[in-house]
């Protein structure tokens, strides 16, 4: 039979449920009394002598959200003890309750289940308990619990201890607790803390662990996160290397707004490293403990619209610093490889390859037609013990002008003018200010080509501050110009044969000549600071083809692909040609070196790019650059580069991923210098995900050091090293 029930058995019941809905109801807030009631059971009566209401023979309790399903309902009204026995089962959403017993009470909206089993849904967790007990709006305390995020009745991992607190969207605490993998315990953990989260929380992050041979020894990171506001939040790195010492690290992140955000990191070590080496022009002998360090800063903010401030800067203690933590660093793991992260905007690579690390700050202003930047630079040279030869630049102040019309006239502008102050402490210092107006004037000829001549002219003023040799020139200038030509036409043909989803492709060639003029500008005196500009006579003639492919695609969606986009250009040098030739003079070499560039991408999945230059005169290659690139639906990547530079680089990179299973992976990365004929890097690796568990394993063997990588994740509980957390307000 079907009745309804009364009001106050159904706010009741409504609190109830609402107790033991844990991740939904708790974190949510869902009303507690609203929306609809109704109740199917075999049987239905009120006590008024108990002043109680019982509901039994397969009790079926619909409300707004959720179901309650059991053999019997029994509610005392003076108490507000609501009692359900028997197959009890609550759901809501996908989250689910089941227990023999339930009591609650429902004026304190706490409560007790017996033999109780939950699912919480947003974190994947089943947890099964002797005794499950309600003990605040989103608080738990079981007895002989048993935890796992793994699908079905035989898991292949479970956490069980003697006893539980778990808060949703907090932490959980183990006492007297075992992890086991299937039936076989492998760890005892008399007391543990793992995050039972899904937004940002205080607490510990999963750790780091890695072996280093030769430079670190066992490397161990403890991260703790600190959630401080919604526009803020802090990492705290305990690291300890046994052949190093104990590292800290604080990264600090602010997001005031869309306008204003930026990082702060900064770590510190006393190194307790024995060394002595020679590495090119470095040199060290540290026998006494070595304080270092390592300093990041990366701020923006808009002042308002069109005027923002950027800040990079990155300091380390000493030129080794990248040399000996290239395994793994702070900024490897923030590289800017996503440009949309806020949060992971390192510009450079901090590993032993880097040879000069720059900080800068800018204000920048924009105007419709016009831009001035104002930059206070400085850079460190990793190369070499002193940093009293390398340049400085601060401040320097650019202004850039949009070509526009001059004065009313088809001719057109482009203004450029700077000023920077040059410094160092040992070399060539001072003023420099550069003027670079450029005048052009666009040409239609009966539209079979376009011709652009062009007029720039240049003026550098400069003033010397340092300690100047007998004959120098405190001040001086130099004024030089240009005139250029560039005449360019193109011809073009669509071939319309449909093919699958390709609805058309466009031909087109495009032949270029360009001719450019510099005459001899005195520059005897000119400081190294300035940049020399050399004469010039030359034309060069370049040819492209490209192939546009039109595309539809679902939902006659149309889209358009690059294809194909091969160029080739030469320049032959006039100035070259005239030159007076003698007997102990070479002899006339005008013909520049051959540019080859080639894009080919016949799909989303393949493409392949070559930059090569040779040299017609010697008939070498100065240049050759290939690079090759695959993917699959499947995630299977292979990309292959190689990279030459006559008589001083030859070097090929491999990089390969393949999904043996579905569930498995395999990684092999390989840059080989075959200059030198030895390898800088090999790395290779495997990881296998499952449903509620990953492991990985990297072995990386590099020309200074081995190192092995354990990554290791509990799906629901995180993973070793993550931090994918930002301010909320950023999200």
């Known amino acids: 039979m079907k009745k309804t029930l009364p009001w106050h058995f159904i706010c009741c019941l409504a609190f109830y449920c609402l107790g033991f809905a844990i991740s939904g109801w708790a974190m949510e807030g869902l009303p507690t009394a609203g929306g609809p009631f109704t109740i199917e059971a075999n049987r239905i009566s009120y006590d008024r002598e108990e002043d109680v209401y019982l509901a039994s023979g397969q009790v079926s309790i619909v409300f707004s959200g959720g179901s309650l399903q059991a053999d019997s309902v029994l509610l005392a009204k003076g108490s507000n003890v609501a009692s359900a026995e028997g197959r009890v089962r609550v759901t809501t959403g996908n989250d689910l309750l089941e227990g023999d017993k339930v009591d609650f009470d429902l004026t304190a909206n706490t409560g007790v289940i017996y033999s109780g089993k939950m699912f919480i849904a947003r974190n994947h967790f089943y947890l099964k308990g002797d005794k499950i007990e309600k003990s605040g709006e989103a608080t738990f305390h079981i007895q002989g619990v048993s935890l796992t995020t793994c699908d079905g009745e035989q898991p292949d991992w479970r956490l069980t201890a003697r006893e539980m607190d778990v808060t949703v969207d907090g932490y959980g605490k183990i006492r007297d607790g075992k992890f086991f993998a299937k039936d076989v315990p492998l760890l005892y953990l008399p007391y543990f803390?793992?995050?039972?989260?899904?937004?940002?929380?205080?607490?510990?992050?999963?750790?780091?662990?890695?072996?280093?041979?030769?430079?670190?020894?066992?490397?161990?990171?403890?991260?703790?996160?600190?959630?401080?506001?919604?526009?803020?939040?802090?990492?705290?790195?305990?690291?300890?290397?046994?052949?190093?010492?104990?590292?800290?690290?604080?990264?600090?992140?602010?997001?005031?707004?869309?306008?204003?955000?930026?990082?702060?990191?900064?770590?510190?070590?006393?190194?307790?490293?024995?060394?002595?080496?020679?590495?090119?022009?470095?040199?060290?002998?540290?026998?006494?403990?070595?304080?270092?360090?390592?300093?990041?800063?990366?701020?923006?903010?808009?002042?308002?619209?069109?005027?923002?401030?950027?800040?990079?800067?990155?300091?380390?203690?000493?030129?080794?610093?990248?040399?000996?933590?290239?395994?793994?660093?702070?900024?490897?793991?923030?590289?800017?490889?996503?440009?949309?992260?806020?949060?992971?905007?390192?510009?450079?690579?901090?590993?032993?390859?880097?040879?000069?690390?720059?900080?800068?700050?800018?204000?920048?202003?924009?105007?419709?037609?016009?831009?001035?930047?104002?930059?206070?630079?400085?850079?460190?040279?990793?190369?070499?013990?002193?940093?009293?030869?390398?340049?400085?630049?601060?401040?320097?102040?650019?202004?850039?002008?949009?070509?526009?019309?001059?004065?009313?006239?088809?001719?057109?502008?482009?203004?450029?003018?700077?000023?920077?102050?040059?410094?160092?402490?040992?070399?060539?210092?001072?003023?420099?200010?550069?003027?670079?107006?450029?005048?052009?004037?666009?040409?239609?000829?009966?539209?079979?080509?376009?011709?652009?001549?062009?007029?720039?002219?240049?003026?550098?003023?400069?003033?010397?501050?340092?300690?100047?040799?007998?004959?120098?020139?405190?001040?001086?200038?130099?004024?030089?110009?240009?005139?250029?030509?560039?005449?360019?036409?193109?011809?073009?043909?669509?071939?319309?044969?449909?093919?699958?989803t390709i609805e058309k492709v466009r031909h087109e060639i495009k032949p270029e000549l360009i001719y450019a003029y510099i005459p001899y500008a005195n520059q005897a005196d000119l400081p190294d600071f300035a940049g020399v500009i050399d004469e010039q006579h030359t034309v060069t003639a370049a040819l492209t083809n490209t192939l546009v492919a039109k595309l539809k695609g679902q939902n006659g969606v149309t889209s358009y692909q690059e294809v194909l986009r091969f160029k080739v250009a030469q320049g032959y040098d006039i100035k070259e040609a005239r030159r007076n030739v003698g007997d102990a003079d070479p002899a006339r070499r005008p013909l520049g070196n051959i540019d080859m560039e080639l894009d080919l991408k016949p799909s989303a999945s393949l493409a392949f790019y070559v930059r090569n230059q040779l040299n017609v005169n010697s008939g070498r290659w100065e240049k050759s650059n290939y690079d090759f690139r695959m993917t699959d639906a499947r995630g299977d990547v292979a990309s292959l580069g190689y990279r030459y530079t006559f008589g001083l680089l030859e070097e090929v990179n491999l990089s390969l991923r393949a999904f043996l299973t579905k569930t498995l992976d395999i990684s092999y990365l390989l840059k080989r210098n075959l200059f030198d004929g030895h390898d800088i890097r090999n790395v290779m690796g495997f990881n296998y995900s499952h449903q509620c568990w990953s492991i990985g394993l990297n072995y990386a063997d590099a020309a200074s050091d081995r190192t092995i990588m354990l990554t290791f994740s509990l799906s629901g509980l995180g993973g070793v090293g993550q931090n994918n957390y930002v301010p909320a307000g950023a999200r």
Not at 215 to 222: N, S
Not at 269 to 294: F, K, M
Not at 320 to 349: C, I, L, M
Not at 395 to 414: I, M, R, W, Y
């Open 193 to 500: 803390l793992f995050p039972a989260k899904t937004t940002r929380q205080t607490g510990f992050l999963f750790p780091r662990l890695a072996y280093s041979r030769d430079k670190l020894g066992w490397d161990t990171e403890l991260p703790f996160y600190l959630a401080i506001s919604d526009s803020a939040d802090a990492t705290f790195y305990q690291r300890y290397m046994d052949k190093r010492g104990f590292k800290e690290g604080i990264e600090f992140r602010y997001f005031l707004n869309k306008d204003s955000y930026g990082t702060i990191y900064g770590d510190y070590l006393s190194d307790t490293a024995h060394i002595t080496e020679q590495a090119g022009s470095l040199s060290r002998d540290w026998q006494s403990p070595q304080n270092r360090w390592s300093f990041y800063l990366q701020n923006y903010t808009a002042l308002q619209p069109g005027l923002y401030l950027r800040a990079d800067i990155a300091k380390v203690s000493d030129n080794w610093y990248f040399r000996d933590f290239s395994s793994y660093n702070y900024y490897q793991e923030h590289y800017a490889q996503n440009p949309g992260n806020r949060f992971k905007r390192v510009s450079f690579t901090a590993d032993e390859s880097l040879t000069s690390l720059e900080s800068k700050v800018r204000l920048v202003k924009d105007w419709s037609l016009y831009n001035l930047t104002a930059l206070l630079s400085y850079t460190d040279n990793l190369t070499s013990d002193s940093n009293d030869t390398t340049l400085q630049k601060y401040p320097e102040l650019t202004l850039s002008g949009a070509k526009q019309s001059f004065l009313g006239t088809p001719v057109n502008l482009a203004l450029g003018a700077s000023y920077s102050g040059n410094y160092r402490r040992q070399g060539q210092a001072g003023n420099l200010v550069d003027v670079k107006p450029v005048f052009s004037l666009p040409l239609d000829i009966r539209g079979l080509f376009s011709l652009i001549p062009e007029v720039e002219f240049r003026g550098s003023f400069w003033e010397r501050s340092d300690d100047l040799v007998a004959g120098d020139n405190k001040r001086g200038q130099r004024t030089a110009y240009r005139l250029g030509l560039d005449a360019t036409t193109s011809f073009f043909r669509d071939f319309t044969q449909p093919y699958r």
